[in-house]
């Protein structure tokens, strides 16, 4: 056989066992396309973030044309409740591995996927916003070991309400993704970033977001889900003629949170770097959250009824929130800071609620005046810095006369009362009530809830409360 032959013979054999790959392949990926079809479906079944959309949830897999080296797939997303209805259409083109060359993509993979929205009657003004161009356009590596990655760009958008002269304007976004499911866990890291994105409303209100970033991880086991969720903003300002102007600078947000059984507990953390208004600097903010026991579900059917009048659906409300405070809820902490270079105010609570407070919803059993009726746990910890609150109102001049006044007499009263302390600096209230420890405390001393009833009276007649 002559080296030509060889080579040529060569050349086919591989191009068959090429060939025999992708027509390979293209089978796997459409199992795997049906398999996440299925779990994006059971997550608009079951996760709490959706279920406001009670009358349909759906992601089905509509048209899949399946070639040798390439498929074409068509998606729908349909979510409806009672007053609203949306819908889009999505479209793949899918090259089939081991190596997909034809998509630009040189390392080997099962499949990669580059999607775009479908034009649509109901998405016809996000084409129109795009000015254009595609409004949507994503890419998806599938990895031979159930990995993807990808992103989904977004276009620049300008769009403005024909009616009310609403305007949004954004600059273009990008979400990148790394999905992975071994063994039953799923495990997705998500990273989304928007440059600015600017809003004006009817009543000329403009806001301004300036480099918005998100950072999300989500784990998913046969027994709980975590999330893990931090985003960062740089600016956000608030702007009208009635309001004038509102700055928000170095943004963040953080938390952490478990569900399982339909029951999360999470803690959260948010901080304002700086704030002001009109050119006024109001310091710094911080507020750190902790919740356990949180009913997502019942959530979602609270929220389907709340702003009913009908009689039937106050009675369903009502029952909800007993069901609600049956799971004992917490606020194990909820502290918020203010701050600024003169000194820092603080407030801080935790309760829990009584057994007797879920018979007064469910089953309509009367309460008494007993603080032990509501609340099992309850303490509040309140401290005003007088020099911070002084820099917010300014030294001189005479908002800081009055202020001054006001505050000297209001202290005076409340340290009489025994409602407060006092050190020259800081006002501080401290107040604890634990239920099963049978004790009540005020600024660290026993109190009765006589004594309490007789404190609460005192302050309306010298007009403190």
Known sequence: MSKSVKLVLGAVIVAGVYVGASWYVGGRVQEELH??????????????????????????????????????????????????????????KIYHGPWPIAAGHIMPALAVAKGRILETEQVQPWFEAAQNKEPYLGKAVFGFGGKVTGTADFAALRYVDSESQAQIQTEPMQVAYDYQQKSGDVKLDLHFHAPKLMVQDQDQLNVVLNHLD??????QDAEQETSETTANLELVTFSSADMGSLGLK?????????????????????????MWAEGKDWGRLDFDIALKNINQSIIN????????????????????????????????????????????????????????????????????????????????????????????????????????????????????????????????LLFQFDAAQNTLLLNNKPITEQELAQLFFALQMSGLF
């Open 301 to 428: 059917e609270m929220g389907k009824v709340v702003e009913s009048e009908e009689p039937e659906d106050e009675l369903k409300l009502r029952r909800l929130v007993g069901d609600f405070l049956s799971y004992e809820p917490e606020i194990e902490q909820a502290k918020l800071v203010w701050a600024n270079d003169s000194g820092s105010s603080l407030i801080n609570t935790r309760m829990s609620p009584s057994p007797a407070l879920v018979e007064y919803f469910k089953n309509d059993v009367e309460l008494s005046e007993e603080l032990g009726q509501i609340y099992n746990i309850l303490d509040l910890d309140i401290s005003l810095s007088r020099p911070m609150l002084q820099k917010m109102v300014g030294e001189d001049g005479l908002m800081a006369s009055m202020f001054d006044m006001m505050f000297d007499n209001s202290v005076e009263a409340g340290t009489e009362l025994g409602l407060v302390t006092y050190d020259g600096t800081q006002v501080r």
């Open 214 to 219: 998100v950072h999300m991880v989500v784990k």
């Open 250 to 274: 170095g943004v963040q947000i953080s938390g952490v949170s478990q569900s399982s059984n339909d029951l999360l507990h999470g803690t959260a953390h948010y901080g304002i770097q700086e």
């Open 35 to 92: 398999k996440q079809a299925a779990i994006a479906q059971n997550f608009l079944d079951t996760n709490s973030s959706v279920a406001l959309f009670d009358k349909k949830r759906s992601f089905t897999i509509t048209h899949y044309e399946r070639g040798l080296f390439s498929s074409t797939v068509q998606y729908e997303v349909e979510l409806a409740d009672q007053a609203n209805d949306f819908g889009a259409k999505f479209e793949d």
